[in-house]
């Protein structure tokens, strides 16, 4: 079954930085024609939106709390999406999902997503 697989979590001190990778798996599909987004979830707390690209690549977003720090880019067939985390804080601290869609051009709402990972614990010390 196709799915998406997060890696790259960790410890990391403020002001540090961190790269999640998004793997797809699965033999046959691929997320390449996929709107792709990442999201986040600190305990007690609604997943919110961090940031998003448009299957092609050529559009992104973020949420305000992220620009300028974090930058999404896609990759290849195999791993098709980063975030690279810049200049992080102690509240960046959640489990950090990867999400993939071919419903929109590109997605702020965790429900105009299909595919979903298990999701990857960032944890930043002040």
Known sequence: QEQ????????????????LSCAASGRT???????MGWFRQAPEKEREFVAAISWTGDSTY?????????????????IPVYLQMN????????????????RV???????EYDYWGQGTQVTVSS
């Open 29 to 35: 599909f691929t997320f390449s024609s996929y709107a």
């Open 62 to 78: 973020y949420a305000d709390s992220v620009k300028g720090r974090f930058t999404i880019s896609r990759g290849n067939t195999k």
């Open 87 to 102: 200049d992080l804080k102690p509240e960046d601290t959640a489990v950090y999902y990867c999400a993939a869609s071919n």
């Open 4 to 19: 998406l697989v997060e890696s790259g979590g960790g410890l990391v001190q403020a002001g540090g930085s961190l790269r």
């Open 105 to 111: 051009t590109y997605g702020l709402w965790p429900k």
